[in-house]
């Protein structure tokens, strides 16, 4: 089968694009970046706002995994526009093209569809987009809401990258790498779903067969993690480290609880008990990062 995934050089979409790789399939790229490329698969360079570009890639695949987004929670907030054109306008442009092509898709939502932001909100609205055209236009776009995804190749902020949004583990993973203090926002007692990136990109593809389109799958552990348990869990792995505290960041409530229900997974064949354990996941992810930037 032959699948486009938009956004695919990017963090999740590079997974995507191996796993597909590795199951047999053919992945297609649609991206407007030329990051993480590889040179053995067909790559569309062109953006998902751009309508015809987007009808184009569709035209010549069976199968749509739409990643593409612009991301970010406070920073995003004060400029909201850039990512309601790419996450909401993006969206509509896949959809409307998978309905044209009678295609299925896999859309990536969000596991905090409930919390205030730009990338949320824009999620989210895009989020029932899919299920309006299920229900009027009977397309087949499964609703597939990633928790908290991390591990190799997530992208840090300076100066151990050039990420312009502040992801959970590359930042803590970068200070105790670097032996400075994990800061951490709020009390630390959020309480984050985390499931390694290679599982959700597994649960993603396995949303192409997905038995219905009416309902939401979650790609999550349903382990309730808080913050302050993965900058223990980081602590000890790197063998060194301390936690600092800062004021909540905009776009995000203190004493939040975002969890995934694993149990919507059972209708696409997942096995939770076969994804990544914590501690092994941020032990990969310790070395990755140990080699790309303080090897």
């Given amino acids: ?27 297609v790229v649609l991206d407007h970046h030329n990051r993480n490329h590889q040179t053995d698969v067909e790559t569309f360079y062109g953006d998902v706002r751009d309508d015809i570009a987007v009808v184009e890639a569709v035209a010549h695949v069976d199968a749509v995994i739409h990643l593409a987004a612009v991301l970010g929670t406070q920073e995003t907030i004060a400029n909201p526009r850039p990512a309601a054109h790419t996450n909401l306008l993006g969206a509509l442009n896949v959809f409307t093209a998978v309905h044209q092509y009678e295609v299925p898709a896999v859309y990536i939502a969000v596991g905090n569809h409930w919390m205030n932001n730009t990338y949320s909100i ?21 609703v597939v809401r990633a928790l908290n995804a991390y591990g190799p190749g997530q992208a840090a902020t300076p100066p151990w990258g050039e990420s312009k949004v502040r992801k959970i583990m590359p930042a803590f993973v970068c ?25 959700v990109a597994r649960t993603l593809i396995a949303g192409l ?66 994804f990544t354990p914590l501690d092994v996941g941020v032990s990969n992810t310790v070395d990755y990062f140990r080699q790309e930037h303080f090897g």
């Fill in 175 to 199: 200070r105790a790498l670097a032996d400075e203090p994990i800061e951490i926002y709020g009390s630390g007692d959020q309480v984050m779903d985390m499931i390694y990136v290679q599982d």
């Fill in 209 to 274: 067969g997905a038995p219905r389109h009416d309902v939401v799958y979650e790609a999550g552990s349903g382990n309730a993690t808080t913050v302050n348990d993965v900058a223990d869990v980081v602590i000890d792995i790197v063998g060194s480290g301390s936690k600092v505290y800062a004021p909540m960041r905009p776009g995000e409530p203190d004493h939040s609880v975002v969890l995934g229900d694993p149990s919507t997974l059972t209708p696409l064949g997942i096995d939770i008990s076969a």
């Fill in 1 to 27: 089968m032959k699948v486009l995934v938009t956004g695919g050089t990017g963090f999740i979409g590079s997974w995507v694009v191996e796993e597909l790789k590795q199951m047999g399939h053919t992945p």
């Fill in 122 to 142: 824009s999620k989210t609205a895009a989020e029932r987009f899919a299920f309006m055209f299920n229900k009027e236009l009977d397309t087949k776009i499964a």
